[in-house]
């Protein structure tokens, strides 16, 4: 008998830094999720796309502080109003994930950025289909059929956009790109938690965070010699995956979007003045 996918429950980083950030100041907001595109915060859009997407039951915001959301009007309106658990960030983004994460043990959930003011249902909807294609089959028949070694059973999934799309839609628009000996990719900030297994790739990327003043520490967490292969474009994008499977303990996979704007988050005023003229363009 055929089983539907599990809905994923959804999970918002609306973390800000304690001293606020260049694009907040720029806009004389409480939080960078709060800033204004297209006539209301990019957190609203986030949670509208969630909302819309058919797979996705609401879940948990987590962030800004307390004392943020206390002194905002505006930011207690878009909790109010967004179906969502509202819990205060912990110290750092990867540290938000796993708290919010911990809240319940429902899997699958999805993963993302309250600055995402671009992500639509389209894309979510996408995305988790795809990540819900790579569980693990009912069968041994399925799984064989499938290529079950080579395409299922992750536990945790990153959602991959190829740079091509990016350049070709908007050339003077600067990313970062990671670059691997079979393509290039620019993240979208959207991940897969399948089930509890896929928490350590979480847990992996607090302790790179807490690296990322020192990189030599980073730099042995992955080995030189695979750095060095990233380097010099001799690392594909499934070795790196197999590598960073490794470490972290779980199996880590990734999904294509074919989606430029998937690429494209709010973390500057060049990034706001892009994502108001695409949702000009769309509308």
């Known amino acids: 008998m055929h089983k539907h996918p599990a809905k ?16 907040s100041h720029a806009f004389n907001v409480s939080a960078s999720v709060m800033v204004p595109v297209a006539g209301k915060p990019a957190l609203a859009h986030v949670i509208d796309a969630v909302k819309a997407s058919g797979g996705v039951d609401c879940g948990i915001i987590c962030g800004p502080t307390r004392a943020v959301v206390e002194n905002d009007p505006d930011l207690q309106s878009v909790l109010r109003d967004s179906n969502h658990d509202w819990l205060e960030q912990a110290p750092g983004p990867a540290a938000s994930a796993i708290l919010a994460l911990d809240q319940s043990d429902h899997y699958p959930k999805l993963l993302t950025a309250g600055d995402h003011a671009l992500l639509c249902s389209e894309i979510i909807t996408d995305f988790c289909n795809q990540a819900s294609s790579r569980t693990n089959p009912d069968s041994a028949a399925e799984r064989m059929a499938a290529g079950y070694r080579e395409h299922y059973g992750y536990d945790f999934l990153i959602g991959l956009v190829p740079y091509e799309l990016v350049k070709s839609a908007w050339p003077f628009s600067k990313r970062t790109v990671l670059k691997f000996s079979d393509g290039e990719y620019c993240g979208s900030n959207l991940f897969a938690v399948m089930n509890s297994q896929g928490r350590n790739a979480l847990a992996f990327w607090q302790q790179a965070e807490a690296d990322r003043k020192q990189p030599w520490k980073i730099a042995r967490r992955f080995g030189v010699m695979a750095l060095i292969r990233y380097l010099f474009r001799r690392l594909s994008l499934d070795a790196a995956l197999q590598s960073l499977s490794g470490l972290a303990g779980c199996r880590v996979g990734f999904i294509q979007l074919d989606y430029a704007r998937a690429a494209v988050d709010v973390d500057s005023v060049e990034d706001q003045q892009l994502a108001e003229r695409i949702l000009s363009s769309d509308a």
């Not at 429950?9 to 950030?21: D, F, K, N, T």
């Open 8 to 23: 994923f429950a959804s999970i918002i980083l609306a973390g800000e830094r304690p001293e606020g950030s260049k694009l």
